[in-house]
């Protein structure tokens, strides 16, 4: 690897975490050796890129620092592409549609011989099967997490008993046998993963969450598992 092509690695290394990374752990992913992760750290100090941390600790790139990209490798379009195929076959029709656009806008800045590991890339996902319709639009559900408005809902669960609920959306989760609106639910005073086909009604309120959506959305990531609605 070209020494311009691994302080660009390092940096989006940096960039992707949160936590500090050692020198250890960079060579590892690199395939060099600490000496070098130093001499690359203080070649990128010196042209001034704003890394803070030390040898034996780790260090961290402080925000606000941007680096063009470089062209994508043969991996990152296999992700992209992968990625982007299952969102198209699993989601609902407006990411669908979102979708296919960022591949096509992939498409047109890509050289040539990248474009057709794009249109045929090695890796590959299958649609979903038997989706259950969702009787909630994924795509509104998206808006009001976005404002960080509450919604209240009339939900059955997989029993048919049926209640009314006022949550706090937080997210919209897709998986291969159904959809999910994760949010913090008032009735219950915690976290509840409700199935989009199970929501009766819903009506969106213009009324503010009265925390932090980011930070709850961190608490329930760190509590998966948690509260799932039946």
């Known amino acids: 690897m070209r020494k311009a092509d691994r302080l660009f690695q390092i ?25 070098s992760v130093y001499r690359d750290i203080a070649a990128l100090l010196g042209q001034r ?9 780790g260090y961290v790139l402080e925000d606000g620092f941007d680096l063009p990209p470089l062209m994508l ?3 990152e379009v296999d992700a992209v592409a992968l990625g982007l195929q299952w969102v198209g076959g699993h989601a609902d029709p407006a990411l669908g549609r979102a979708a296919r656009d960022v ?11 990248m474009r057709l590991l794009l249109d045929d890339p090695a890796g590959g996902a299958a649609p979903a099967w ?10 509104l559900l998206r808006g009001w997490i976005r404002k960080g408005q509450k ?39 915690d976290f509840r993963h409700f199935r ?14 009265p925390r932090d959506p980011a930070h709850l959305r961190r608490h329930w990531r760190a509590t998966l598992g948690v509260g799932e609605a039946r």
Do not use: M
Request: glycine letters at 6%.
């Open 11 to 35: 940096v989006q290394i940096l960039r992707r975490e949160r936590r500090p990374v050692t020198a250890e752990a960079i060579a590892i992913e690199l395939e060099t050796s600490k000496r």
């Open 73 to 75: 490798g043969a991996d």
């Open 151 to 189: 919604i209240a809902i009339r939900y059955g669960d997989e029993a048919g008993n049926a209640s009314e609920r006022t949550v706090w959306p937080l997210l919209v989760g897709y998986l291969d046998r159904a959809r999910f609106l994760i949010a913090w639910c008032e009735l219950r005073e």
């Open 130 to 139: 038997n989706l259950p319709e969702s009787t909630i639009d994924p795509a």
């Open 103 to 113: 591949l096509a806008k992939l498409a047109a800045v890509l050289p040539e011989h």
């Open 49 to 57: 890129v704003p890394i803070r941390g030390e040898a034996g600790i």
């Open 196 to 209: 989009l086909d199970r929501i009766a009604h819903a009506e969106f309120l213009d009324e503010r969450i």
